[in-house]
C-alpha cells in the first residue's frame, strides 16, 4: 500500500490563485479546475491572506521585502522567456538551414 503525498504549491503560485479569487472575475470553480487545487485549499489560503494583511500594512520591511519579491520574480520571468527565446532559436534555424 502507497503512501499519497500532499502535493506543494510554491508561495507565488498561492498568492497569484488568492489575487485572482480577490478579483472575483472567475468563480471558484473556475479556478479549482483551472489550478488543480481543491476547494477548501483555495478558501484556507484565502483566509491566510486577508488575516495577513494587517501586518503588512503595518511593517515597512515587509512591504520593502514583497516589492523586492515581486521585482526579483518579474526579472526571472523575463530571464526564462529568454532562455526560451534562445534555446528555441538555434533548433528552429537548424531546421530550416538544413531544408526538406
Known amino acids: 500500500m502507497g503512501t499519497t503525498r500532499r502535493k506543494q504549491y510554491t508561495a507565488e503560485f498561492k498568492a497569484q490563485v488568492v489575487q485572482e479569487m480577490l478579483r472575483e472575475t472567475k468563480t471558484v470553480g473556475q479556478l479549482v479546475s ?5 476547494k477548501t485549499v483555495l478558501y484556507h489560503w484565502r483566509e491566510l491572506a486577508l488575516a495577513g494583511l494587517p501586518t503588512l500594512f503595518g511593517d515597512q520591511h515587509a512591504q520593502e521585502q514583497v516589492v523586492r519579491e515581486r521585482a526579483w520574480q518579474q526579472e526571472r520571468e523575463t530571464l526564462f522567456a529568454e532562455i526560451g527565446r534562445l534555446t528555441t532559436q538555434p ?4 531546421k530550416i538551414l538544413s531544408g526538406p
Open 91 to 94: 533548433t528552429w534555424l537548424k
Open 34 to 38: 483551472e489550478y488543480g487545487v481543491p
